[in-house]
């Protein structure tokens, strides 16, 4: 696949009622020998900006979980290879910003700071995808990927 069809992929599987996050990671899953099914679960507690707690958007812990994937170090003392990665992952943070505005959840979202929401994730239906940019933000931190970190 090329970055166009795995942007695309990645607001299908949204679409499909996959969350935030498993929709990132699950377009890339292949690069980095992961099954489709592996890649929804590792990823499956990031959606609603980390279980549905509003804070860190799912799409952006997305494109996090495939800098671990890519750049990740399996070596506890090589601070050098940690540190990279964490320079990555703030790197990928910025341009997440910068492309949406915000990183946390309920600000992309517009909620209240206060609000505590319940586990139980919202109905898919067509008012919530009218009201909700996640499939847009989905295809923004795809892209914010595809684009920087993956030569497809």
């Known amino acids: 696949m090329d970055k166009e069809e795995r942007i695309a992929r990645a607001k299908e ?3 499909s009622g996959f969350n935030c ?3 990132v990671v699950a377009a890339f899953a292949d690069l980095y020998g992961l099954t489709e099914e592996q890649a929804l679960k590792v ?3 990031f ?3 980390i279980g549905r707690m509003r804070e860190t958007c799912g ?3 997305g494109i996090f979980l ?3 994937l890519k750049y990740g170090s399996t070596d506890p003392k090589n601070a050098d290879a940690k540190g990279e990665n964490y320079r990555i992952v703030q790197e990928l943070a910025e341009d997440f910003k910068k492309a949406n505005g915000f990183l946390k959840c309920r600000d992309l979202l517009g909620l209240d700071k206060n ?3 319940s ?3 919202a109905e898919r239906n067509a008012a919530y995808y009218a009201k909700r940019p996640c499939v847009e933000i989905v295809a923004s931190a795809a892209r914010i990927w595809a684009e920087k970190h993956e030569d497809l």
């Open 43 to 45: 990823s499956a507690s």
């Open 47 to 49: 959606g609603g900006g």
């Open 21 to 23: 996050s498993q929709s």
């Open 115 to 117: 609000l505590k929401e």
């Open 66 to 68: 495939l800098a671990g």
């Open 13 to 15: 599987l949204f679409k």
């Open 59 to 61: 799409a952006a812990c």
């Open 119 to 121: 586990p139980q994730p």
